[in-house]
């Protein structure tokens, strides 16, 4: 397992933006498929981006598809998510999360499959 760490949420407007962070230690976080998740008082955990570790491919959820863009920084062994647009109901506590490295890139989708987790970063917007 890999050890992360996100930083970066806080109280925005709506319209505003923020960029996550998260902040992997220990192995190069390139072998890594990486997911930022969100979960919101009485609702699931759920996946709102990934960025796979072997294609160049990214997934969104629809919500967020147009508005959110997840991207890495190999060198810095870290992954952001730059949210714009950002609107109350994206208010959450967002999660980043790996996979194990060199996993199979097809199962991005599947949370059980993520064996790293960051202790969560509060986002709330306002209207």
């Known amino acids: 397992q890999v050890q992360l760490v996100e930083s970066g949420g806080g109280l925005v407007q709506s319209g505003g933006s923020l960029r996550l962070s998260c902040a992997a230690s220990?192995?190069?976080?390139?072998?890594?498929?990486v997911g930022w998740f969100r979960q919101a008082p009485g609702t699931e955990r759920d996946l709102v981006a990934a960025?796979?570790?072997?294609?160049?491919?990214?997934y969104y959820a629809d919500s967020v598809k147009g508005r959110f863009a997840i991207s890495r920084d190999n060198a810095k062994n870290t992954v952001y998510l730059q949210m714009n647009s950002l609107k109350p109901e994206d208010t959450a506590v967002y999660f980043c999360a790996a996979q194990a490295p060199y996993g199979s890139p097809s199962l991005y989708r599947k949370r059980d499959e993520y064996n790293s987790w960051g202790q969560g970063t509060q986002v709330t917007v306002s209207s």
């Open positions: 960025i796979l570790w072997s294609v160049d491919m990214t």
């Open positions: 220990g192995r190069a976080f390139s072998s890594y498929t």
